[in-house]
């Protein structure tokens, strides 16, 4: 889990928090991933009420390591993070949510040109911009309802900005397989371009990303104790017999959290325990006794394997700051001159 909403291997479907599961084109998703070989769901669908609520349990686990780990980093570095940032730059964060960890670098920020958050459910994005409007009086705050993983427009400051970062915390991008991970972070480098009237000459990503580490920790960290996870996993199967008049049997599916080594990623999934067929949106699907859907890929890298991504899609990385048993990295990377001027060559040729 990553603390925004996702899909395994390809952009997120993404869908606003007010809206049920039996709009046509979700249904259809649904339908396309159940049947397919394997089988998988968007985790997308995890976040119901209910899914929320486990969600924020599970960040206050002890096998939970991720979000604590970052929040502790930004703490500590915050500073530091803000001096690269810079003076009178537009702070745009993708899958913003309630923008707590973004306080951290705000504090430190008190010249922004404005801070853009950007989520797909408006009415979360409204609620947590008026928060940080008030609690930042100064701070032009222009909130944006977008899919980031789609091109949209940037709202455009009052005060013309020196240059545009991208905030991307929380080791989302761990949740995209490598070609869509590339294509991600292509697209936060079209956002960071240089605005007409900027003095920079490319703008600058501030992202978070989780390191590879002992399957062991990696697995309890997907697989708790007390069993949150697993009922957050669960809970998908639940909200589709709500909302879809489907009949998944809970009991007979069961939680797992797979290392893949060659990957380099953690698999959620859920397995049929037994033979079986499930009815859902007037279609029958069956399982075959340890059949699995696929409900999340959470990739780890090496810091060697997120640069080797970063330039892929035109980054070249800065500073990095970890905490001190180096189960995390907070990044600052730039746009690659290099290719700005690979570019600026083939223009003019």
């Not at 991933?33 to 998988?40: A, E, I, Y």
């Not at 009420?49 to 349990?57: P, W």
């Not at 009922?231 to 009949?247: G, I, Q, S, Y």
Request: charged residues 25%.
């Amino acid at each position: 889990m990553h603390e925004s909403l996702r899909i395994p291997g390809t952009p997120p479907v993404r869908q606003p928090a007010h809206l049920g599961l039996a709009a046509p084109s979700l249904v259809a998703d649904i339908l396309n991933g159940l049947q397919s070989t394997p089988k998988r769901l968007s985790p997308t669908y995890f976040y119901d009420e209910r899914g929320s609520q486990l969600f924020d349990q599970i960040c206050e686990l002890p096998e939970y390591y991720i979000t604590r780990t970052e929040t502790a980093i930004l703490e500590r570095h915050a500073r530091e993070i803000a001096h690269c940032i810079g003076e009178n730059a537009m702070l745009v964060e993708l899958g913003s949510g309630a923008s707590t960890k973004t306080r951290l670098l705000l504090d430190q920020l008190p010249n922004l040109s404005a801070y853009v958050p950007v989520d797909i459910s408006r009415t979360h994005l409204m609620a947590a911009a008026r928060r940080i409007s008030t609690a930042y009086p100064s701070l032009e705050v222009l909130p944006a309802c977008a899919d980031f993983t789609q091109p949209f427009a940037l709202p455009k400051p009052r005060r013309l900005p020196a240059r545009v970062v991208v905030f991307f915390p929380g080791s989302t991008l761990g949740n995209f397989d490598p070609p869509a991970a590339v294509d991600l972070m292509r697209t936060m480098r079209t956002m960071a371009m240089p605005r007409l009237g900027t003095s920079n000459a490319g703008g600058g990503l501030v992202i978070g990303y989780d390191l590879v580490k002992d399957p062991a920790v990696l697995e309890r960290a997907y697989d708790d104790a007390a069993g949150v996870t697993a009922e957050f996993n669960l809970n998908v199967l639940r909200r589709l017999n709500r909302e879809l008049d489907a009949n998944f049997d809970l009991r007979s599916f069961r939680h797992r959290a797979v290392w893949a080594p060659r990957e380099s990623r953690i698999e959620m999934r859920l397995i049929s325990q037994r033979a079986q067929e499930v009815s859902i949106a007037d279609e029958v699907i069956s399982f075959e006794a340890e059949e699995a859907i696929i409900t999340e890929h959470c990739h780890k890298y090496s810091a060697q394997s997120f640069a080797r991504l970063a330039r892929a899609a035109g980054w070249v990385e800065r500073r990095t700051w970890t905490d001190a048993d180096k189960l995390f990295h907070v990044e600052y990377l730039e746009r690659d001159p290099g290719l700005e001027r690979d570019i600026g060559r083939q223009q003019t040729e």
